[in-house]
T-cell receptor, first 112, second 113 residues
Framework: DGGITQSPKYLFRKEGQNVTLSCEQNLNHDAMYWYRQDPGQGLRLIYYSQIVNDFQKGDIAEGYSVSREKKESFPLTVTSAQKNPTAFYLC???????????FGPGTRLTVT | GENVEQHPSTLSVQEGDSAVIKCTYSDSASNYFPWYKQELGKRPQLIID?????GEKKDQRIAVTLNKTAKHFSLHITETQPEDSAVYFC????????????FGAGTTVTVRA
């Protein structure tokens, strides 16, 4: 399934709590991405990382944070500042710009 | 950022017929246009992409056409089969940054047996 994994599959949190979503890849890809998928809206880019120890904001970075300390890992933290955190979160990786992005299976986060 | 509009939002076709999905983009410098397919409950997967130096690309029953002048590109699926039922997303890079893709809102294709 493309060598990119996300955990957990489902996550439930109370409002006001930070939560970290895991993303790991063994494809030796330099670039990694986090998207948010809401019904009827397609995929929206939260953060991306071109290379280890570097990351850039996407279109909807407010209320989220990331780190890229290892090439294989790109965890996403959903902070309490994110106003509507309930969504399906997809992680992806690619060899570089303009290359196929391989997606993980996703994490469905529910915040109540 | 790049604005990608995708139409239609839903498409129902008889098995064996063709399906066409169209996307328009705003950044004339965009040069890479991928299409992803997402089956129910599964992750998106790239099915075909096209770069700006060609006008058409085919892969078996799937083809993509690109009109750079009009800034639109289309996905064509011929001889549709039940396994083609899925949500299809087009995408285009933002401001020539191929790391930052803007995705269309998706087209839900249903193939009727």
């Amino acid at each position: 399934d493309g060598g990119i994994t996300q955990s957990p599959k489902y996550l439930f949190r109370k409002e006001g709590q930070n939560v970290t979503l895991s993303c790991e890849q063994n494809l030796n890809h330099d670039a990694m991405y986090w998207y948010r998928q809401d019904p009827g809206q397609g995929l929206r880019l939260i953060y991306y990382s071109q290379i280890v120890n570097d990351f850039q904001k996407g279109d909807i970075a407010e209320g989220y944070s990331v780190s890229r300390e290892k090439k294989e890992s790109f965890p996403l933290t959903v902070t309490s500042a994110q106003k509507n955190p309930t969504a399906f979160y997809l992680c992806a990786s690619s060899r570089g710009p303009g290359a196929e992005q391989y997606f993980g299976p996703g994490t469905r986060l529910t915040v109540t | 950022g790049e604005n990608v509009e995708q139409h239609p939002s839903t498409l129902s076709v008889q098995e064996g017929d063709s399906a066409v999905i169209k996307c328009t983009y705003s950044d004339s410098a965009s040069n890479y246009f991928p299409w992803y397919k997402q089956e129910l409950g599964k992750r998106p997967q790239l099915i075909i992409d096209i770069r700006s130096n060609v006008g058409e690309k085919k892969d078996q029953r799937i083809a993509v056409t690109l009109n750079k002048t009009a800034k639109h590109f289309s996905l064509h699926i011929t001889e549709t089969q039940p396994e083609d039922s899925a949500v299809y997303f087009c995408a285009a890079p933002q401001r020539s940054n191929d790391y930052k893709l803007s995705f269309g809102a998706g087209t839900t294709v249903t193939v009727r047996a």
